[in-house]
T-cell receptor, first 114, second 115 residues
Framework: SAVISQKPSRDICQRGTSLTIQCQVD?????MFWYRQQPGQSLTLIAT?????????ESGFVIDKFPISRPNLTFSTLTVSNMSPEDSSIYLC???????????FGAGSRLTVL | AQSVTQLGSHVSVSEGALVLLRCNYS??????LFWYVQYPNQGLQLLLK??????LVKGINGFEAEFKKSETSFHLTKPSAHMSDAAEYFC?????????????FGSGTQLTVLP
């Protein structure tokens, strides 16, 4: 299965700033997703990163707050904009290929917003 | 619509004892079911999956799960717990159309293994 590298692994950020998280896959994949895992909670899908077009956002998530890029089949970024303490979470990149049901996850990026 | 309920946010067992993590699902169509494990400071790793073949599914690290349609359950078991099993476990369900985007996760169960 694919191997995913996420950067940064963790960061402490100030309120009002923005942070970009990178997701690099060691092979081409059809689908890339971004999840959020808030403290003590399960995973919530933020959006599907689409190559060469705008991401598809889930209910409750908007592009202005979570802009996503996917320039090719192995790389994506998620930006958390104008951060507040409520954005303190683990953000996870995951990938799969069309027709497959199994997601492969990165190690996650743990953000703390002060 | 689909949902997953994991009973017990925290489970503690002694080393060598049986591990039982409970998962009940709700799905309007026959589901695909998954168990993922998350070790500290790591991403989620697939333990096992049910996709309509045998109802008893064997996964990695000695874990297995049984799909029981009548009970809408997919409980995870391991006969003998090891210290290295301490982690958070997530049950997930997706519809049979197979879109990973439709995957719904449970709230997770933190497993502690006592020496």
């Amino acid at each position: 299965s694919a191997v995913i590298s996420q950067k940064p692994s963790r960061d402490i950020c100030q309120r009002g700033t923005s942070l970009t998280i990178q997701c690099q896959v060691d092979s081409q994949v059809t689908m890339m997703f971004w999840y959020r895992q808030q403290p003590g909670q399960s995973l919530t899908l933020i959006a599907t990163a689409n190559q060469g077009s705008e991401a598809t956002y889930e209910s409750g998530f908007v592009i202005d707050k979570f802009p996503i890029s996917r320039p090719n089949l192995t790389f994506s970024t998620l930006t958390v904009s104008n951060m507040s303490p409520e954005d303190s979470s683990i953000y996870l990149c995951s990938v799969t290929n069309t027709g497959a049901n199994v997601l492969t996850f990165g190690a996650g990026s743990r953000l703390t917003v002060l | 619509a689909q949902s997953v309920t994991q009973l017990g946010s925290h489970v503690s067992v002694s080393e060598g004892a049986l591990v039982l993590l409970r998962c009940n699902y709700s799905s309007s169509v026959p589901p695909y079911l998954f168990w993922y494990v998350q070790y500290p400071n790591q991403g989620l790793q697939l333990l096992l999956k049910y996709t309509s073949a045998a109802t008893l599914v064997k996964g990695i690290n000695g874990f297995e799960a049984e799909f029981k349609k009548s009970e809408t359950s997919f409980h995870l078991t391991k006969p003998s717990a090891h210290m290295s099993d301490a982690a958070e476990y997530f049950c997930a369900v997706s519809d049979r159309k197979g879109s990973a985007r439709q995957l719904t996760f449970g709230s997770g169960t933190q497993l502690t293994v006592l020496p």
